[in-house]
């Protein structure tokens, strides 16, 4: 099928390697893509992770004699880990829950969310030396950068969890009215 690769033998390997990138690559964002609930998402990605895994393993059996072949399979699999792992922090896909926990005023901080739109829940609690103030925010991921820096500049000594959501329902997701105001989250 690929006669290519009789006349170019240094091309195989090149092949296996990034397809091993691609198929791996794909299949770290068809695990996310089920993980978050995205029933359709899934099923496509999952079908181009798999074309591509077949057409690469068909190269494989065919070159059972290549080592370097193999060295490029496992390489382009380490590769797609690592290539798969960049391109969903890039993508930022999904919402999280930020739990920040400061003995500085809570209010204030709330105040500061709200004011670049991000919506916030205030709690007072009780820690194990002290009173702390607990503030609660649901955001989508590609914020999550900014409301770290928010709270670093608030308070660098504040301690915070970070929580991958699910689904979420209602609330107010940093998205805005065409007025500018706060709406309620889809």
Sequence with gaps: ???????????????????????????????????KGERKKAPVVGFFEVFIWV???SQIFSHTNSLIAYIAYAGGYAAGNFIGILVENKI??????LRIYTKND??????????NNI?????????AISEVDII?????????QKVIRIIDE??????????DIRSKQKGIFGVTSPAGLPRLGK
């Design 1 to 35: 099928m690929f006669e290519i690769f009789d006349t170019y033998p240094w091309l195989l390997p090149v092949v296996i390697f990034f397809g091993r990138i691609c198929d791996v690559t794909l299949g770290t964002l068809r695990i996310i893509f089920v993980s």
């Design 154 to 163: 608030f308070d660098p000594k504040a301690f915070y969890l970070i929580e």
């Design 119 to 127: 919506g916030s829940t205030f709690i007072k609690g009780e820690g």
């Design 92 to 97: 930022a896909f999904g919402y999280v829950l």
């Design 106 to 115: 809570g209010h204030l901080l709330t105040g500061i969310l709200n004011k």
């Design 136 to 144: 609660e925010t649901a955001i989508n991921r590609k914020l999550q």
């Design 55 to 57: 057409v690469i393993i």
